[in-house]
């Protein structure tokens, strides 16, 4: 059975819907990147197809087996098409192309009595399609159910949140984090020791996605690389090395992430001011930020991230945008 770290209160909330008789119509699963929604997603939407209901998931059956390989009829991921589609022919709007999608979720689901829909990253959907999707959630059919995932709850319109029941994927303890990055084998094959588990936990708290990645060296933890920078050069108020560390990334997403990892440090920092202890997760920098500047200038940098975060996807011009997003934080910095 796939092993599901962390995640405790989490899974207490879905066993106790589930035992209750009560699952919710549309969950929203959100934590930061690397945290495991997606794994928790896929364990949920087993939950409601697989054959033996007293057990669900049991990981055993053939519906179980199906929806853990993303192979299931009955369970959708639209959004990674509705996006390729809308790349090959621009003339098909994202918004004409996810209609299209919810207009095939009317009929019934093929296998069994329920169609789960996954869509993947809410936070990234322009307002156009989150209202789209909001037409769709506020008559649910009983044979839908809808799992959201999302790094970050900010960009995500009110009216929407109202209609989902909101879960929040914590990280996972230092006793599991141990455990599973002991178990991860990279690429490379290298052996990861206690010292360097010591070393990624106090980098990354219980994050283990984020962990492995950053520790598998892979292209996709550029964004945090840039993150990092951007947040030490923040803290020194070195304006050009932020503006350099946001350049350095090379893909729209990946400056989305880096804005997304940003606003989660400014956010603990925040929190540090209000009296918070010091967080498992980028201790240094968090404290570093709580350091260089007052309560109000944190919380004016983090709303001006979180702004900027909800703009980023929909900006057509990187470059500019990353000029835009380091002159609006040191701005907002130095009017607080
Ligand atoms: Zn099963």
Do not use: W
Not at 124 to 133: A, C, F, G, P, R
Not at 222 to 239: F, M
């Amino acid at each position: 059975m796939t092993k599901i770290y962390g995640k405790k209160v989490a899974m207490q909330r879905i066993e106790s819907f589930r035992s209750s008789g009560r699952m919710p119509h549309a969950l929203l699963l959100y934590g930061p990147k690397g945290i495991g929604k997606h794994v928790l997603a896929d364990y949920i939407a087993a939950m409601y197809v697989c054959e033996d209901k007293a057990h669900a998931p049991c990981m055993k059956c053939r519906s179980c087996r199906l929806a853990m390989e993303h192979g299931s009829p009955d369970i959708a991921y639209p959004i990674p098409g509705i996006e390729a589609e809308h790349a090959k022919h621009t003339e098909r709007s994202m918004v004409s192309l996810l209609r299209e999608f919810i207009a095939s979720c009317y009929a019934k689901p093929i296998e069994g009595s329920t169609r789960v829909i996954v869509f993947e990253r809410l936070d990234k959907l322009s307002v156009q399609m989150q209202n789209t999707l909001l037409k769709f959630i506020e008559e649910p059919l009983d044979f839908n159910r809808y799992i959201f995932t999302a790094d970050n709850k900010a960009p995500i319109l009110q009216t929407v949140l109202s209609r989902v029941t909101a879960v929040s994927v914590d990280p996972a303890d230092r006793e599991e984090f141990s455990e599973a990055l002991t178990e991860f084998r990279p690429e490379d094959g290298h052996v990861i020791t206690a010292e360097r588990v010591s070393e990624l936990y106090d980098m990354f708290g219980g994050n283990i996605g984020a962990a492995t990645e950053f520790e598998a060296g892979g292209e996709n933890v550029q964004y945090l690389a840039a993150a990092l920078k951007a947040c030490e050069a923040t803290a020194a108020r070195r304006e050009l090395d932020c503006l350099l560390a946001l350049l350095s990334v090379k893909t729209r997403d990946e400056l989305f992430d880096t804005l997304g990892s940003m606003a989660d440090i400014f956010a603990q920092a925040a929190a540090c001011k209000a009296g918070a202890p010091l967080p498992g997760a980028f201790r240094n920098h968090t404290k570093s930020i709580a350091e260089s500047f007052g309560l109000d200038a944190i919380t004016a940098m983090y709303n001006e991230l979180n702004r900027l975060y909800g703009k980023s996807y929909t900006n057509p011009n990187q470059k500019l945008f990353a000029a835009e997003c380091c002159g609006s934080l040191f701005s907002a910095a130095c009017r607080n």
